[in-house]
């Protein structure tokens, strides 16, 4: 990916009811929504700003352990280690704009409306 990516680490495994709110929230806030991979990937096209910019953002759920390496120095920063956080929820984007990083906030923000966690700054 070309822009900044978000984590949203879970305090506790993802429920079958909080992922299809989950997925719910993300249909509610784009114009397309593809599922993927047992129900642990998405791909969501969000249009925004003013000139209605097409948007392709990434989400992938995934095990904080199976992503030990990729996670542990954020882990870390936050006073956590893998086995207190069990699953996390990155967002990529493949652009780097202002617009990218709101959205990010606002797509972490609301999923910790539907999920116990703790949430990252997106960062390039």
């Not at 249909?27 to 249009?47: A, D, L, P």
């Amino acid at each position: 990916m070309g822009g900044p990516t978000a984590t949203v680490f879970l305090k506790q495994k993802a429920t079958v009811a909080q992922l299809v709110d989950f997925e719910k929230m993300l249909s509610e806030i784009s114009e397309q929504v593809t599922h993927t991979r047992k129900g642990r990937v998405w791909i969501v096209v969000i249009s925004n700003g003013p000139k209605l910019e097409t948007r392709v953002y990434d989400i992938f759920l995934e095990e904080t352990q199976s992503r030990q390496g990729l996670h542990e120095e954020e882990l870390l920063e936050l006073g956590y280690l893998p086995n207190d956080l069990p699953e996390v929820i990155t967002f990529s984007s493949e652009v780097n704009h202002s617009e990218d990083y709101e959205l990010l906030n606002k797509l972490c923000e609301n999923t910790l409306s539907i999920f116990e966690g703790i949430s990252t700054e997106p960062t390039k």
